[in-house]
C-alpha cells in the first residue's frame, strides 16, 4: 500500500514539473544562430523534448527575438519559410525534412503551318495533335499543351494541298510545310499521300471551305471562278446569277458579307456573274459562314465570306497573266529584301462588252391575268469594269506578320431604250456608276508560349450614282411627257479598328478574346426634275468585344460558348449576342454540329419599291425610329460523313430577322412610307461529293423557304419574299487526265416569285443553265500555262437575272417588263501563264 503511494506520488510531480515547463513562455533571442543550435537551447532550458536532424537544421541560421506562450509555437516560428515540418508525437515534437513538391512539367508544341513552295501562311488550317482537331488562326499559328505527353503525333492539312502525318517534340517556333498538290502547279508530285482536294463541309456547323485551287478548273470566263465554286454550293443561290449580294440561307440584299483581307467588298454591279468581286488569283483561302458562327463575326445577320489574300511569294519572283473574252488580269510577285514581297493584280475590260445594236427587241405579251397586256423587252446594257489590288506583306520574325492590303474598282453599267408602244414611243436612259475602296493594316503577333494577337485597322467605301431619265414621246403629236428624272447617289463608308487574341488555358481550353470600334458614314442626295428631295448624311459610332472559349471535352466534343457586346453610341444603348456551337465526332467517320445565336445588323440595304412595283436598294444606318438595328436569331443543325474519298452533309436551318425594312408608293393602295417587319428563312442543304483517282463530282440540294410580312398592310400575313425560292439542284463533274482536265456543271432553279406582295404575281421565273468546259495545261522549264474553252448554257436556256427586272409604265393599259437577259449560249475562250 505505501509502494502505490510513493509511485502516484512520483507521477504527480513528473506531470506537475511538465505542466510547469510547458505552461512557462518560451523566449527566444539568438542572432545569426545555427537552427539546430537554437533548437538545442530550447530543449536544455525548458526541458522540451526535440528530435531532429541535426547535420540538416545546421546549414540554416535564424536571427529571432520574441516570446512564446507554448514550445509548438516558438517551433512553428523558428520552422517557418523553411524546408521542414513538425508533428508531435506522445511528448516529443519530431522534426522533419518536408518532400520537395514535383514540378509538373507542361510541354508546348505551337508554331505555323505554310506552303513548302511560297512560304505563304495557310490560314484557317486543321491541324490533329494526339487525336484533338484545331483550326489555325489566319497566320496559319497553331498552340498545344500537354503536361504528360513530350511527342506529339500530328496531322496537318489544308484544302489544295497533300495531308502530312507526323511526330514532332515538343518546341515552340515551328514551320510545318505542306506541299501543294500537282493539279495547277509543275514538277510536284508525291505518290503514296492522300490530298485534300475540294471542299470540306460539315466540320462546323454552317461552315464551307473552298480550294480556290480547283475554282478555275470549272466552266466560266476565269475572272469569276471563285464564285463559280461558290454558286455550285448548297444553300448559295445559283439561280438569278448573283455576283454582288450573294443570297445566303434565304437573306436579303446587303445581309451577308464578304470579307477581303478584313475589309468590306460591297461589290460593283458585276454586270451577269462573269466578273467576281474579288480578283480570283488574289485568294489564298475561303471560307464561307451560313449561319450559326461565332463571335469573331458580328456585323451581319445573313452570311459570310471571309476570302484571305496571298501575300505573295518571298523566295523568286513571279508573274501571272490571264485574257479571256471580257477582261485582261494581270498579277505580279516581288521578293523584297528576303522577308517581304509585294503583290500587284489589276484587271480590266478590254472592250465594250455589249454592243447596243445587239439589243434583243422582241416584244411578247404577257399571258398572266393580271397582266395581260404586258409587254417584256429584253436589252443588252453597255459595261465597263476595272480593279486593282495592291499587297505589301513583311515577315517580321518567323511567326509575326505585318502587311498592307489595298484595293480599288469601278465599274459603269448603262442601258438605253427606244421602244414604240401603242401611240407612245418609250424613251429611256439609265446609267448606275459604283467606286469601290477599301484597305487594311494588319500586325500578328505570335508569343513564345504559342498565344497569338492580331491587330487589324481597315476601310473601306461604295459610292453608287445612278441616274434615270425617262420620256414617254407621242409617236403622232409633238408632245413629250417626262415619267422620271431622277439622280440618286448613295454612299457608305466604314472604318474599323481590332484587336483578335488566342490564349490556351491548358490541354482543353482555348480563350478567344475579340475588341475593337466600328465607324459608319452614309449619305443618300437624290434630285427629282432638278429639285433636292432628298438629302441625308448619318453616322454612326460603336464599340464591341466579345469573349468565345474553345473546350475540348475530350477526344471527341468541342463545345463553344461565346457571348459579344456592342454599345452603339449613336443609339445610346447596348446590344449582347450570346452564342453557342457544339461538334461532336460520332465514330471515325460521322460528325454532329449545332449552332444557336443572337446577331445584329446596325446598317441596312434598304429595298424603296415604286409603284409599278420596281426595286431599288439604299444603304442606311439604323436610327431604330424608322429604320431598326436588324435582329436576328440562327439554329443550325448538321450531320456529315467523311469516308474513303465520300462526303455527305445534311444541314437544316432556321433563321428569323425582325427591323427588315421596305419604303412602299403606291397610289392604288392609296399610301406611301417606311414600313418595318419582319422574315423567317428556312430549309435543309443536302450534299454529296466523291473524290476518286484525281477526279471529282458532287450533287448538291436546297430546299427552303423565305418568308416576309410587314403588319402595317392590308393583309398583315407571311407572303413569299422578293428572293425566296422553293428548290435549287445542283451538280459538277471534274476528271483531270493530266494536262487535260474536263468539267461541267448544271443548276436548276425553282424559281423566283415575279413579284413580291403587294404585287403579287403566280408565275415564277424558273432557272435552268447547262456550262461545259475544257482545259489544257502546258509547262517548260520556265512557263506554266493553260489554255480553256468554256461553252456557258448550252442549251441556250433563256434566263432572267434577279436584280435586272424592271416595269415601267407604257401608257394608262400597258406596262413594259424590261429584262437584262442572264448568260445565253455563249463560248468563252481563255489564256493563262505563269512565270
Known amino acids: 500500500m505505501r509502494l502505490n503511494h510513493i509511485r502516484q506520488l512520483l507521477i504527480f510531480f513528473f506531470l506537475f514539473g511538465s505542466f510547469l515547463c510547458y505552461g512557462q513562455e518560451i523566449r527566444i533571442n539568438v542572432s545569426d544562430r545555427p537552427l539546430?543550435?537554437?533548437?538545442?537551447?530550447?530543449?536544455?532550458?525548458?526541458?522540451?523534448?526535440?528530435?531532429?536532424?541535426?547535420?540538416?537544421?545546421?546549414?540554416?541560421?535564424?536571427?529571432?527575438?520574441?516570446?512564446?506562450?507554448?514550445?509548438?509555437?516558438?517551433?512553428?516560428?523558428?520552422l517557418s519559410g523553411l524546408p521542414f515540418g513538425y508533428e508531435k508525437t506522445d511528448d516529443v515534437f519530431v522534426i522533419y525534412n518536408l518532400k520537395p513538391e514535383k514540378k509538373k512539367t507542361e510541354y508546348y508544341l505551337s508554331g505555323q503551318i505554310i506552303d513548302a513552295v511560297t512560304y505563304e501562311p495557310l490560314p484557317y488550317s486543321h491541324i490533329t495533335i494526339n487525336g484533338r482537331t484545331l483550326a489555325t488562326d489566319m497566320q496559319g499559328s497553331f498552340m498545344h499543351s500537354s503536361k504528360s505527353d513530350s511527342l506529339f503525333s500530328i496531322q496537318a492539312t489544308h484544302l489544295g494541298y497533300y495531308i502530312l502525318d507526323t511526330v514532332l517534340s515538343a518546341a515552340t517556333g515551328l514551320h510545318i510545310k505542306l506541299m501543294p498538290a500537282s493539279v495547277g502547279l509543275k514538277e510536284i508530285v508525291i505518290t503514296d499521300h492522300p490530298v485534300e482536294m475540294s471542299t470540306q463541309i460539315g466540320n462546323k456547323p454552317g461552315l464551307m471551305k473552298m480550294n480556290q485551287k480547283i475554282a478555275f478548273f470549272l466552266p466560266g470566263f476565269g475572272d469569276n471562278s471563285i464564285f463559280?465554286?461558290?454558286?455550285?454550293?448548297?444553300?448559295?443561290?445559283?439561280?438569278?446569277?448573283?455576283?454582288?449580294?450573294?443570297?445566303?440561307?434565304?437573306?436579303?440584299?446587303?445581309?451577308?458579307?464578304?470579307?477581303?483581307?478584313?475589309?468590306?467588298?460591297?461589290?460593283?454591279?458585276?454586270?451577269?456573274?462573269?466578273?467576281?468581286?474579288?480578283?480570283?488569283?488574289?485568294?489564298?483561302?475561303?471560307?464561307?459562314?451560313?449561319?450559326?458562327?461565332?463571335?469573331?463575326?458580328?456585323?451581319?445577320?445573313?452570311?459570310?465570306?471571309?476570302?484571305?489574300?496571298?501575300?505573295?511569294?518571298?523566295?523568286?519572283?513571279?508573274?501571272?497573266?490571264?485574257?479571256?473574252?471580257?477582261?485582261?488580269?494581270?498579277?505580279?510577285?516581288?521578293?523584297?529584301?528576303?522577308?517581304?514581297?509585294?503583290?500587284i493584280a489589276f484587271r480590266h475590260t478590254y472592250y465594250n462588252l455589249y454592243n447596243p445594236s445587239d439589243m434583243n427587241g422582241l416584244i411578247q405579251r404577257n399571258n398572266d391575268a393580271d397582266t395581260s397586256n404586258d409587254i417584256d423587252v429584253n436589252i443588252v446594257p453597255d459595261y465597263r469594269f476595272r480593279d486593282i489590288n495592291v499587297k505589301y506583306s513583311y515577315n517580321i520574325s518567323d511567326n509575326d506578320l505585318f502587311y498592307i492590303s489595298l484595293y480599288g474598282g469601278d465599274?459603269?453599267?448603262?442601258?438605253?431604250?427606244?421602244?414604240?408602244?401603242?401611240?407612245?414611243?418609250?424613251?429611256?436612259?439609265?446609267?448606275?456608276?459604283?467606286?469601290?475602296?477599301?484597305?487594311?493594316a494588319y500586325y500578328g503577333k505570335t508569343w513564345k508560349n504559342g498565344n497569338t494577337s492580331n491587330f487589324r485597322v481597315s476601310f473601306s467605301q461604295l459610292s453608287s450614282n445612278y441616274d434615270d431619265d425617262f420620256k414617254l414621246k407621242h409617236r403622232k403629236v409633238n408632245y413629250i411627257y417626262q415619267i422620271a428624272d431622277k439622280k440618286t447617289k448613295n454612299q457608305i463608308?466604314?472604318?474599323?479598328?481590332?484587336?483578335?487574341?488566342?490564349?490556351?488555358?491548358?490541354?482543353?481550353?482555348?480563350?478567344?478574346?475579340?475588341?475593337?470600334?466600328?465607324?459608319?458614314?452614309?449619305?443618300?442626295?437624290?434630285?427629282?426634275?432638278?429639285?433636292?428631295?432628298?438629302?441625308?448624311?448619318?453616322?454612326?459610332?460603336?464599340?464591341?468585344?466579345?469573349?468565345?472559349?474553345?473546350?475540348?471535352l475530350g477526344k471527341r466534343v468541342i463545345f463553344k460558348p461565346g457571348i459579344r457586346f456592342t454599345y452603339a453610341f449613336n443609339l445610346k444603348k447596348l446590344y449582347a449576342d450570346p452564342r453557342l456551337s457544339l461538334s461532336v465526332n460520332m465514330g471515325r467517320y460521322w460528325k454532329f454540329n449545332a449552332a444557336w445565336g443572337?446577331?445584329?445588323?446596325?446598317?441596312?440595304?434598304?429595298?424603296?419599291?415604286?409603284?409599278?412595283?420596281?426595286?431599288?436598294?439604299?444603304?442606311?444606318?439604323?436610327?431604330?425610329?424608322?429604320?431598326?438595328?436588324?435582329?436576328?436569331?440562327?439554329?443550325?443543325?448538321?450531320?456529315?460523313?467523311?469516308q474513303r474519298g465520300w462526303t455527305f452533309s445534311l444541314e437544316p436551318y432556321y433563321k428569323r430577322v425582325y427591323g427588315i425594312t421596305r419604303y412602299f408608293f403606291s397610289q392604288k393602295y392609296q399610301w406611301q412610307g417606311i414600313l418595318s417587319g419582319d422574315s423567317r428563312m428556312y430549309g435543309v442543304d443536302v450534299f454529296l461529293q466523291k473524290d476518286f483517282k484525281g477526279h471529282s463530282a458532287w450533287v448538291s440540294y436546297s430546299l427552303g423557304k423565305t418568308e416576309e410580312r410587314f403588319p402595317a398592310l392590308p393583309d398583315d400575313s407571311y407572303h413569299r419574299a422578293p428572293q425566296d425560292q422553293r428548290q435549287e439542284l445542283k451538280a459538277a463533274l471534274m476528271l483531270n487526265f493530266d494536262p487535260f482536265y474536263f468539267s461541267t456543271n448544271y443548276v436548276y432553279g425553282s424559281g423566283f416569285p415575279f413579284a413580291p406582295y403587294p404585287y403579287d404575281r403566280d408565275a415564277n421565273l424558273t432557272y435552268n443553265r447547262w456550262d461545259v468546259s475544257f482545259i489544257y495545261k502546258?509547262?517548260?522549264?520556265?512557263?506554266?500555262?493553260?489554255?480553256?474553252?468554256?461553252?456557258?448554257?448550252?442549251?441556250?436556256?433563256?434566263?432572267?437575272?434577279?436584280?435586272n427586272f424592271e416595269r415601267i409604265p407604257a401608257s394608262q393599259t400597258n406596262s413594259i417588263n424590261i429584262y437584262a437577259e442572264a448568260i445565253p449560249f455563249t463560248p468563252t475562250l481563255y489564256l493563262k501563264f505563269s512565270l
Open 228 to 343: 463559280n465554286l461558290l454558286r455550285l454550293m448548297p444553300g448559295i443561290t445559283a439561280a438569278g446569277e448573283q455576283t454582288n449580294d450573294l443570297i445566303i440561307w434565304g437573306s436579303y440584299a446587303g445581309q451577308s458579307q464578304v470579307l477581303f483581307d478584313g475589309f468590306t467588298i460591297y461589290g460593283l454591279k458585276n454586270f451577269n456573274d462573269n466578273i467576281s468581286s474579288f480578283n480570283p488569283i488574289m485568294a489564298k483561302d475561303i471560307e464561307v459562314h451560313k449561319g450559326g458562327y461565332g463571335v469573331e463575326f458580328g456585323q451581319r445577320v445573313g452570311g459570310v465570306v471571309n476570302v484571305t489574300g496571298k501575300n505573295g511569294n518571298t523566295q523568286k519572283p513571279s508573274f501571272t497573266f490571264m485574257i479571256n473574252n471580257m477582261t485582261l488580269n494581270m498579277e505580279i510577285e516581288i521578293p523584297l529584301f528576303k522577308k517581304s514581297s509585294l503583290v
Open 598 to 642: 443572337i446577331y445584329h445588323q446596325y446598317i441596312t440595304k434598304s429595298s424603296v419599291v415604286d409603284e409599278m412595283g420596281n426595286y431599288r436598294y439604299i444603304w442606311a444606318i439604323s436610327n431604330n425610329d424608322d429604320v431598326p438595328v436588324l435582329t436576328a436569331s440562327h439554329f443550325v443543325l448538321g450531320l456529315s460523313l467523311h
Open 493 to 552: 463608308a466604314e472604318t474599323s479598328i481590332r484587336n483578335d487574341n488566342r490564349f490556351a488555358l491548358g490541354k482543353y481550353h482555348i480563350l478567344e478574346t475579340n475588341e475593337g470600334f466600328v465607324y459608319n458614314h452614309v449619305e443618300l442626295r437624290e434630285d427629282t426634275f432638278n429639285v433636292r428631295s432628298v438629302n441625308i448624311e448619318s453616322f454612326a459610332q460603336r464599340f464591341f468585344v466579345s469573349v468565345q472559349d474553345y473546350m475540348a
Open 778 to 803: 502546258f509547262l517548260n522549264r520556265k512557263v506554266v500555262g493553260e489554255v480553256g474553252l468554256s461553252v456557258l448554257n448550252v442549251l441556250n436556256t433563256e434566263n432572267i437575272k434577279y436584280t
Open 411 to 440: 465599274d459603269k453599267f448603262s442601258y438605253n431604250i427606244d421602244q414604240p408602244v401603242d401611240k407612245w414611243i418609250i424613251l429611256k436612259n439609265t446609267l448606275e456608276v459604283n467606286t469601290q475602296t477599301g484597305g487594311s
Open 36 to 78: 539546430n543550435k537554437a533548437l538545442a537551447d530550447i530543449r536544455d532550458i525548458y526541458q522540451v523534448h526535440i528530435s531532429f536532424d541535426d547535420q540538416s537544421l545546421s546549414k540554416y541560421n535564424i536571427t529571432l527575438n520574441d516570446t512564446f506562450k507554448t514550445p509548438a509555437d516558438a517551433i512553428k516560428r523558428l
